[in-house]
């Protein structure tokens, strides 16, 4: 079984992947069924214009479909970004609008994720010498650009540097502060992130100390 959030302020729509074997007792206990796109609708508007939680549960087969429908109630943007750690131990954190966050930003044109990602930190922080380790799992929200619900899709990468140069913060981003933090700070700074980062902060391993 899969779980993907999906993040607007507080409410959260949690897609619950299950094997279609699964589905036939699901329908006995009230459990919200994927069928359509026409299923999905009084879900999706009750979560993005209501603020209200849901849950929903969709066949394995069924989870592309799923996926499509869903983008499809919103204006989509993607992303790419980082969470890099110095070969020292510590984490690179930046500060935007009053949360804590990672460096991030637009996939342009042509650009992979892994490029979008790298190129993104760099702008965002001045921190050189990246190399990408693994990915992460990618993180979904939803916002208001004016009266248009759009959901962004961030795909995230772990990063190494060894670079000793000094920060800045790409305030034409509203970066407002870059620095690095210990695993043992970022545990404090934990409820200052976005939900989707702390979501994202607890299934990685970045919150123990090694």
Not at 36 to 62: C, G, M, T
Not at 129 to 141: A, D, K, M, N, Q
Not at 142 to 157: A, D, I, N, R, Y
């Amino acid at each position: 079984m899969q779980k993907y959030n999906f993040f607007f302020n507080k409410a959260k729509l949690t897609f619950v992947i299950t094997e279609e074997k699964n589905i036939s007792s699901l329908l006995s206990d009230g459990t919200f069924l994927y069928h359509d796109r026409k299923s999905l609708q009084p879900v999706v508007e009750d979560f993005w214009k209501e603020h209200h939680s849901k849950e929903v549960y969709i066949a394995d087969n069924q989870k592309e479909n799923a996926f499509s429908d869903l983008f499809s109630f919103f204006k989509v943007e993607k992303g790419a970004g980082g969470i890099v750690e110095h070969e020292n131990g510590c984490i690179l954190v930046i500060r935007r609008f009053g949360y804590y966050d990672f460096p991030k930003g637009h996939v342009e044109a042509e650009e992979t994720w892994e490029q979008t990602a790298l190129r993104e930190v760099e702008e965002e922080t001045k921190v050189e010498g990246l190399s990408i380790v693994r990915s992460l799992p990618e993180t979904y929200h939803v916002f208001m650009k004016g009266q248009v619900p759009v959901l962004k899709e961030t795909h995230w990468f772990a990063m190494k540097t060894g670079y000793q140069g000094s920060l800045q913060a790409q305030t034409e981003e509203k970066i407002d502060e870059v620095r690095w933090v210990t695993r043992h700070d970022l545990c404090f700074m934990y409820p200052q992130f976005y939900n989707t980062l702390q979501e994202l902060l607890t299934k990685t391993t970045y919150l123990i100390e090694p």
